[in-house]
Protein backbone atom coordinates (compact mmCIF):
# COMPACT_ATOMS: atom_id res chain seq x y z
CA UNK A 1 0.00 0.00 0.00
CA UNK A 2 1.62 2.81 -0.79
CA UNK A 3 1.38 6.46 1.08
CA UNK A 4 1.33 9.60 0.10
CA UNK A 5 3.94 11.79 0.62
CA UNK A 6 1.66 14.19 3.16
CA UNK A 7 0.76 11.01 5.40
CA UNK A 8 4.55 10.16 6.05
CA UNK A 9 5.76 13.75 6.71
CA UNK A 10 3.30 13.89 9.27
CA UNK A 11 4.14 10.59 10.68
CA UNK A 12 7.93 12.29 10.61
CA UNK A 13 6.95 15.18 12.57
CA UNK A 14 4.70 13.06 15.36
CA UNK A 15 7.21 10.42 16.13
CA UNK A 16 10.35 13.05 16.21
CA UNK A 17 7.85 14.66 18.72
CA UNK A 18 6.96 11.84 20.77
CA UNK A 19 9.93 10.32 21.07
CA UNK A 20 12.73 11.19 18.17
CA UNK A 21 12.28 8.04 16.46
CA UNK A 22 12.32 7.25 12.39
CA UNK A 23 9.37 6.32 10.80
CA UNK A 24 10.09 3.80 7.76
CA UNK A 25 8.00 4.52 4.72
CA UNK A 26 7.36 2.71 1.92
CA UNK A 27 9.89 1.90 -0.45
CA UNK A 28 13.81 1.39 -0.21
CA UNK A 29 14.54 1.15 2.77
CA UNK A 30 16.35 5.08 3.59
CA UNK A 31 19.60 5.76 5.77
CA UNK A 32 18.12 6.70 8.63
CA UNK A 33 19.41 10.22 9.93
CA UNK A 34 19.75 10.24 14.31
CA UNK A 35 19.48 13.99 15.53
CA UNK A 36 20.62 14.49 18.65
CA UNK A 37 18.81 16.70 20.78
CA UNK A 38 20.46 18.83 23.48
CA UNK A 39 19.55 18.50 26.59
CA UNK A 40 17.71 21.59 28.44
CA UNK A 41 19.70 23.88 30.12
CA UNK A 42 18.36 24.92 33.92
CA UNK A 43 18.40 27.51 35.86
CA UNK A 44 18.34 27.51 39.77
CA UNK A 45 17.12 30.51 41.35
CA UNK A 46 18.23 31.37 45.07
CA UNK A 47 16.31 33.66 46.62
CA UNK A 48 17.86 35.50 49.66
CA UNK A 49 15.59 37.55 52.15
CA UNK A 50 17.60 40.09 53.90
CA UNK A 51 16.53 40.88 57.32
CA UNK A 52 15.28 43.79 58.66
CA UNK A 53 18.04 45.16 60.95
CA UNK A 54 20.03 44.96 57.68
CA UNK A 55 18.72 46.06 54.68
CA UNK A 56 15.43 48.24 53.83
CA UNK A 57 13.97 45.91 51.37
CA UNK A 58 13.80 42.57 49.88
CA UNK A 59 16.89 41.54 47.42
CA UNK A 60 17.22 38.37 45.06
CA UNK A 61 20.32 37.35 43.65
CA UNK A 62 20.44 34.76 40.55
CA UNK A 63 23.44 32.99 39.94
CA UNK A 64 23.80 30.96 36.87
CA UNK A 65 24.64 27.15 37.51
CA UNK A 66 26.52 25.33 35.26
CA UNK A 67 24.70 23.19 32.36
CA UNK A 68 23.78 19.61 34.26
CA UNK A 69 23.73 16.43 32.05
CA UNK A 70 21.72 14.81 34.05
CA UNK A 71 18.02 14.93 34.54
CA UNK A 72 16.28 18.31 35.10
CA UNK A 73 16.26 19.38 38.23
CA UNK A 74 13.59 22.25 39.33
CA UNK A 75 14.86 23.99 42.34
CA UNK A 76 11.45 25.27 43.57
CA UNK A 77 11.71 28.84 44.98
CA UNK A 78 10.56 29.28 48.47
CA UNK A 79 7.70 31.58 48.40
CA UNK A 80 8.95 34.81 50.72
CA UNK A 81 6.46 35.26 53.08
CA UNK A 82 4.99 38.68 52.90
CA UNK A 83 7.12 40.34 55.64
CA UNK A 84 4.49 42.74 57.54
CA UNK A 85 5.75 46.47 56.67
CA UNK A 86 7.06 48.53 59.87
CA UNK A 87 4.55 50.80 61.07
CA UNK A 88 6.17 53.64 62.67
CA UNK A 89 4.46 54.13 65.92
CA UNK A 90 4.66 56.53 68.74
CA UNK A 91 8.11 57.20 69.95
CA UNK A 92 8.19 57.89 73.28
CA UNK A 93 10.02 61.35 73.14
CA UNK A 94 11.85 61.38 76.44
CA UNK A 95 10.70 64.61 78.76
CA UNK A 96 13.51 66.64 79.50
CA UNK A 97 13.44 67.63 83.24
CA UNK A 98 14.74 71.06 83.48
CA UNK A 99 17.29 71.57 86.11
CA UNK A 100 15.94 73.52 89.17
CA UNK A 101 17.32 77.12 89.17
CA UNK A 102 18.95 77.94 92.65
CA UNK A 103 16.66 80.87 94.08
CA UNK A 104 18.38 83.98 94.85
CA UNK A 105 17.15 84.83 98.87
CA UNK A 106 17.23 88.49 98.42
CA UNK A 107 19.44 89.79 101.55
CA UNK A 108 17.68 91.20 104.38
CA UNK A 109 16.57 94.65 104.43
CA UNK A 110 19.02 97.42 106.31
CA UNK A 111 17.93 97.76 109.71
CA UNK A 112 15.49 100.68 109.87
CA UNK A 113 17.15 103.51 111.51
CA UNK A 114 14.20 104.35 113.74
CA UNK A 115 14.57 107.87 114.71
CA UNK A 116 14.67 109.52 117.98
CA UNK A 117 11.35 109.95 119.74
CA UNK A 118 10.25 113.42 119.91
CA UNK A 119 10.77 114.86 123.18
CA UNK A 120 7.16 116.89 123.80
CA UNK A 121 9.08 120.24 125.78
CA UNK A 122 6.53 120.43 128.83
CA UNK A 123 5.37 123.61 128.48
CA UNK A 124 6.58 126.40 130.74
CA UNK A 125 3.31 126.28 133.78
CA UNK A 126 2.12 129.55 134.81
CA UNK A 127 4.05 131.78 137.57
CA UNK A 128 0.93 130.24 139.95
CA UNK A 129 -0.65 127.39 139.63
CA UNK A 130 -3.91 126.78 141.81
CA UNK A 131 -5.64 123.35 143.42
CA UNK A 132 -9.42 123.38 144.48
CA UNK A 133 -9.66 121.37 147.58
CA UNK A 134 -13.08 120.22 149.52
CA UNK A 135 -12.82 118.63 152.65
CA UNK A 136 -15.35 117.92 155.57
CA UNK A 137 -15.59 121.23 156.38
CA UNK A 138 -16.14 123.24 153.50
CA UNK A 139 -20.07 123.01 154.51
CA UNK A 140 -21.91 126.03 155.67
CA UNK A 141 -25.29 127.37 154.89
CA UNK A 142 -24.49 131.17 156.07
CA UNK A 143 -22.50 132.47 152.97
CA UNK A 144 -20.14 131.16 149.88
CA UNK A 145 -15.97 131.73 150.60
CA UNK A 146 -12.83 130.88 150.28
CA UNK A 147 -11.84 130.39 153.16
CA UNK A 148 -8.81 130.99 155.42
CA UNK A 149 -7.29 127.72 155.15
CA UNK A 150 -6.40 128.74 151.67
CA UNK A 151 -2.44 129.51 151.30
CA UNK A 152 0.43 130.66 149.07
CA UNK A 153 3.65 128.79 148.77
CA UNK A 154 6.72 128.57 146.64
CA UNK A 155 7.96 125.68 144.75
CA UNK A 156 9.68 124.53 148.03
CA UNK A 157 6.85 125.43 149.97
CA UNK A 158 7.88 128.35 151.94
CA UNK A 159 4.67 130.45 152.63
CA UNK A 160 4.77 133.93 150.26
CA UNK A 161 3.14 136.67 151.39
CA UNK A 162 1.99 140.18 149.73
CA UNK A 163 0.27 138.18 147.06
CA UNK A 164 -3.71 138.82 146.42
CA UNK A 165 -6.27 136.32 144.56
CA UNK A 166 -9.16 137.26 142.86
CA UNK A 167 -12.34 135.70 142.47
CA UNK A 168 -15.06 136.41 139.69
CA UNK A 169 -18.26 135.69 140.80
CA UNK A 170 -21.50 136.51 137.71
CA UNK A 171 -20.17 139.97 136.80
CA UNK A 172 -18.57 140.93 139.26
CA UNK A 173 -14.86 140.70 141.15
CA UNK A 174 -13.76 139.95 144.38
CA UNK A 175 -10.14 140.81 145.64
CA UNK A 176 -8.45 139.71 148.89
CA UNK A 177 -6.03 141.41 150.99
CA UNK A 178 -2.87 140.67 150.39
CA UNK A 179 -1.56 136.90 151.97
CA UNK A 180 0.55 136.72 154.59
CA UNK A 181 0.22 138.80 158.06
CA UNK A 182 -0.15 142.32 156.68
CA UNK A 183 -3.56 141.39 156.11
CA UNK A 184 -6.79 142.94 158.71
CA UNK A 185 -7.37 140.39 161.16
CA UNK A 186 -5.09 137.16 162.19
CA UNK A 187 -3.63 135.19 159.34
CA UNK A 188 -0.52 133.03 158.90
CA UNK A 189 2.45 133.77 156.97
CA UNK A 190 1.11 132.70 152.94
CA UNK A 191 -2.76 132.65 153.92
CA UNK A 192 -5.43 134.79 152.60
CA UNK A 193 -9.17 134.39 152.24
CA UNK A 194 -12.10 135.59 150.22
CA UNK A 195 -15.19 135.77 152.44
CA UNK A 196 -18.99 136.68 152.94
CA UNK A 197 -20.17 136.45 149.33
CA UNK A 198 -23.53 136.19 150.05
CA UNK A 199 -26.30 135.24 147.21
CA UNK A 200 -29.79 136.78 147.28
CA UNK A 201 -32.80 135.39 147.95
CA UNK A 202 -31.35 132.52 150.28
CA UNK A 203 -27.59 133.60 150.54
CA UNK A 204 -26.12 130.57 148.92
CA UNK A 205 -26.80 129.19 145.34
CA UNK A 206 -25.63 126.70 142.46
CA UNK A 207 -23.14 128.88 140.80
CA UNK A 208 -19.22 128.53 139.20
CA UNK A 209 -17.05 131.38 140.08
CA UNK A 210 -13.30 131.64 138.71
CA UNK A 211 -10.15 132.09 140.64
CA UNK A 212 -7.08 133.50 139.79
CA UNK A 213 -4.22 135.30 141.65
CA UNK A 214 -4.09 139.16 140.27
CA UNK A 215 -2.67 142.35 140.73
CA UNK A 216 -3.21 143.93 144.32
CA UNK A 217 -3.51 147.35 142.85
CA UNK A 218 -5.77 147.31 140.14
CA UNK A 219 -7.36 143.59 139.92
CA UNK A 220 -5.76 142.71 136.67
CA UNK A 221 -4.84 138.87 136.10
CA UNK A 222 -0.95 137.84 136.74
CA UNK A 223 0.72 135.16 135.17
CA UNK A 224 -1.43 132.54 136.91
CA UNK A 225 -3.93 129.50 136.40
CA UNK A 226 -7.93 130.08 136.76
CA UNK A 227 -9.39 127.67 138.84
CA UNK A 228 -13.25 127.14 138.14
CA UNK A 229 -14.78 126.90 141.92
CA UNK A 230 -18.17 125.02 141.78
CA UNK A 231 -20.26 126.41 144.55
CA UNK A 232 -23.88 124.56 145.39
CA UNK A 233 -26.74 124.99 147.96
CA UNK A 234 -27.63 121.38 148.61
CA UNK A 235 -26.13 119.91 151.75
CA UNK A 236 -25.18 123.18 153.40
CA UNK A 237 -25.56 121.67 157.02
CA UNK A 238 -23.74 118.62 156.70
CA UNK A 239 -20.45 117.38 155.51
CA UNK A 240 -20.29 116.98 151.81
CA UNK A 241 -21.37 120.37 150.74
CA UNK A 242 -19.34 123.11 148.76
CA UNK A 243 -19.84 126.33 150.02
CA UNK A 244 -16.34 126.84 152.07
CA UNK A 245 -13.89 125.98 149.30
CA UNK A 246 -9.90 126.05 149.89
CA UNK A 247 -7.62 127.40 146.68
CA UNK A 248 -4.11 126.42 147.27
CA UNK A 249 -1.67 128.34 144.80
CA UNK A 250 2.21 127.57 144.09
CA UNK A 251 4.48 130.54 142.90
CA UNK A 252 6.77 128.45 140.59
CA UNK A 253 9.01 131.15 140.48
Known amino acids: MRRSAGSVFVLMVACAVASGCVMATAGPAPTPTFTKTPKPTFTATATFTATPQSLSQHETATAAQPVSTEATVTASPTSPEAEPTPTAGAVATPTATPMPRPTNTPAPPPPTNTPAPTLTPTPRPHQFTGTLIWDDQSFQCAFLEIRKASKITDAAGN ?40 IPPSNIADVTAYAFVCDCGSGAPLDSDVVPVEFTSSSCNQPGGHQSAIVNWVKNW
Open 159 to 198: PVNGVCVCLQLYDKVYRSFPSGPEAPGYYEPGHYDISNLI
